[in-house]
C-alpha cells in the first residue's frame, strides 16, 4: 500500500468517525457574519448607527457628529432606512427638518457595539488610556 493510498483511507476514516460521532468542524463558510457585514459592515454605516443610538438626530446633527460628508451621510442613510435599521420623519413646519432615529432592529446593535468596544479597549493601545 501506499503513502497516497494511507493517506487517503485515513482522510476516510476521519470523515466517517466525524458523522458518526457528530463532531464536524465549523461551517466552511460562517454565513450569518458574513451576511451581517454585508448590510452593516461600511464604516460609514457603523459611524451613523453608533451616533444613532445616542437618540434621533437631524441631518445636519449627523453630517458633524460623524464628519462625513452630505453625499455620504445621505447614501448611507437611505441604505441603513431600506435596510430597516433606520427610521425617517419629516417635520414639515417652518423650518423643515428631516429627523434620523434607529428602528428597533437598529436598537438592538447597541450590545454588539457595546461589545467592540470592551474589545478595543482590551485589545486596541489608541484606546486605552
Known sequence: MSSQDLAGSDLAETTETQAETGDASAPDTPCPVVDSLEQIGSRWRLVVLHELLNGESRFNELKRETDANARTLSRVLDDLQETGFVDRRLEE?????????????????????????????EWLAECSG
Do not use: C, N, Q, R
Not at 413646519?93 to 479597549?121: C, M, N, Q, R
Open 93 to 121: 413646519e417652518s423650518p423643515v427638518a428631516t429627523y434620523y432615529s434607529l428602528t428597533p432592529k437598529g436598537e438592538s446593535l447597541a450590545p454588539v457595539f457595546e461589545e467592540i468596544d470592551d474589545w478595543a479597549h
